[in-house]
């Protein structure tokens, strides 16, 4: 059974720092690409971070560049999203999300698997 799972987030204030978890079971990591999404209070899904399978190069929203960095590490089947210098406007559910295939791809249904999502709120 396919089962991604999120973990690290909570409160902290502008300017402070999380990293999220996604640990993976159920099939292999080393064959999937790996994206992370958030959802905001009445917005639509987006994508914030996705790392190829292919040769593990990343992909980045620009609202995020420079702070966050995308990692994996496959014998640990976990993905983790280090989160830095973050804003109120970085508050959102954070979701993982698995491809199948060496490459990540720009659409929320290219994803088939899913975790249920964690919480991630900025304030002071």
């Known amino acids: 059974q396919v089962q991604l799972v999120e973990s690290g987030g909570g409160l902290v204030q502008p300017g402070g720092s999380l990293r999220l978890s996604c640990e993976v079971s159920?099939?292999?990591?080393?064959?999937?690409?790996i994206g992370w999404f958030r959802q905001a209070p009445g917005k639509g899904r987006e994508g914030v971070s996705c790392i190829h399978n292919s040769d593990g190069s990343t992909y980045y929203l620009n609202s995020v560049k420079g702070r966050f960095t995308l990692s994996r590490d496959n014998a640990k089947n976990t993905v983790y999203l280090q989160m830095n210098s973050l804003r109120p406007e970085d508050t959102a559910v954070y979701y993982c999300a698995a491809k199948a295939g060496y490459y990540c791809a720009d659409y929320v249904s290219d994803y088939a698997s899913w975790g249920r999502g964690i919480q991630v709120t900025v304030s002071s």
């Open positions: 159920g099939f292999i990591l080393d064959y999937y690409a």
